[in-house]
C-alpha cells in the first residue's frame, strides 16, 4: 500500500493537519504539514483551525495540543508513545516533594503529563526555559522539573539555585562525555552542538546547547562544515536537508543498539499514521477540568514567549 498517498488524500477529505516533532521518521516528517519543536508545534496545535490534528509524537505533546485546542480531535496513531521525563514525575511523588517547599513555584518543562501541568505555575519548553524562568525575579524560590540536566543547565545560565525534580531523558542521559571527547579529537574541526537534557558535562564542553529547532537553526547559519550532534537521531533528517554540503556525526552510544533513537517517538509508523487518520482513532480524550487547569501555565509559556517574541 502506498501509505504516503493514502495519508495525503484522507488528511484533505477529513480537514485535518499532520504536525510532527523532528525526531519521527524521515517519511513522516516528509509529509508534515509543520514540523517543529515542542514550543512550534505548541503554537501551530494552539493556531490550527481544522477538524482533525494527527499529532507524530509523543503523548505529552498530543496532550498539549488537545488541552489549547480542545474542539479539535487530536489522534496520536500509538497511544504507548510516552516519555520517560514525563513517566518520572507522578502526581501523588511530586505533590508530596512540592509540600516540601511552601513558598516556592514550579516551573515545569512540558515534557510532562497534564497532571503535573495542573500543579505548576509556569510552563516552558528547551526553547524558552532560560527566558521563562527569568522571566521572574531573581529572588523568586522556584522548583524545576522533572528533568535534573535541563534545571541545571538553566541554573548554570541564570545563575538561580532551582530545586530540582531528579528526573531524566532515557535518551540523552546515556549520552556521554567520553564518546564526545573521542569524536572531537578524531574531528576537530567540528561544532558541538548538544540538546539541553544532555548531562552538564556535555553541555559545558558544547559550542552550542538548545532545543532541536535552535540547533536546526545554528548548523544552518554556522559556517562550520561539520557538527557533532549531541540528540535523538531524527532531527538528522532536517540538518541534511537544510544543509546538503554539511557534515552531521551523531554520539555513539554503543554497538548493539540505537540507543539515541528515542523508543517512544519511533513507535509511530506511516501505518499506524494512515489507521489512525482512517479510523479516527486512538483519540486524546481528557478531563475539561484538567483540561482548563493545565491550560493556564501553558498560556502563560505562550504569552511570555510571544512577548519575548520567541515564537
Ligand atoms: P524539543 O522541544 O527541543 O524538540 O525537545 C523535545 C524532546 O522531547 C527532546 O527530547
Ligand atoms: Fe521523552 Fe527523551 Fe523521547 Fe524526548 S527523547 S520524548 S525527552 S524520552
Not at 493556531?47 to 503523548?59: K, L, M, P, Q, T
Not at 482512517?278 to 510571544?306: C, F, G, H, T, Y
Request: aromatic share 6%; hydrophobic share 40%.
Amino acid at each position: 500500500m502506498n501509505y504516503k498517498n493514502a495519508i495525503l488524500k484522507l488528511k484533505k477529505e477529513k480537514n485535518a493537519i499532520l504536525l510532527a516533532h523532528f525526531y519521527q521518521i524521515p517519511e513522516i516528517q516528509n509529509i508534515a504539514d509543520y514540523v517543529g519543536d515542542s514550543l512550534g508545534l505548541a503554537q501551530k496545535a494552539s493556531e490550527a483551525n481544522v477538524d482533525i490534528i494527527v499529532f507524530a509524537g509523543v503523548h505529552f505533546m498530543a496532550e498539549t495540543a488537545k488541552i489549547l485546542n480542545p474542539g479539535t480531535k487530536v489522534l496520536l496513531p500509538d497511544l504507548e508513545a510516552g516519555c520517560s521525563l514525563a513517566d518520572s514525575a507522578p502526581l501523588d511523588e511530586f505533590l508530596a516533594f512540592k509540600a516540601n517547599y511552601p513558598d516556592y513555584i514550579v516551573v515545569s518543562y512540558i515534557n510532562t503529563t497534564a497532571a503535573i501541568k495542573t500543579v505548576s505555575d509556569v510552563i516552558c519548553t528547551s526553547g524558552n526555559a532560560v527566558q521563562i524562568v527569568d522571566s521572574f525575579p531573581k529572588d523568586q524560590k522556584i522548583i524545576f522539573a522533572p528533568d535534573r540536566n535541563l534545571g541545571g543547565y538553566v541554573n548554570r545560565v541564570t545563575g538561580r539555585n532551582m530545586v530540582l525534580w531528579n528526573g531524566a531523558c532515557e535518551v540523552h542521559d546515556i549520552l556521554t562525555v567520553e564518546s564526545i571527547i573521542k569524536l572531537k579529537e578524531e574531528n576537530p574541526e567540528a561544532k558541538l552542538i548538544a540538546h539541553p537534557e544532555c548531562q552538564a558535562p556535555i553541555l559545558e564542553l558544547a559550542d552550542f546547547v538548545g532545543s532541536t529547532t535552535g540547533l536546526l537553526k545554528y548548523t544552518h547559519q554556522s559556517n562550520s562544515k561539520k557538527f557533532i550532534v549531541a540528540t535523538e537521531t531524527g532531527i538528522l533528517h532536517q540538518m541534511r536537508k537544510d544543509s546538503p554540503d554539511k557534515e552531521f556525526l551523531i554520539v555513539p552510544t554503543n554497538e548493539t543498539c540505537s540507543c539515541n533513537d528515542c523508543p517512544y517517538m519511533k513507535l509511530n509508523t506511516m501505518e499506524k499514521l494512515y489507521l489512525a487518520l482512517k479510523n479516527e482513532q486512538p483519540e486524546i480524550i481528557m478531563e475539561p477540568a484538567v483540561m482548563k487547569k493545565a491550560k493556564k501555565p501553558i498560556d502563560k509559556m505562550l504569552d511570555i514567549s510571544r512577548k519575548m517574541k520567541l515564537i
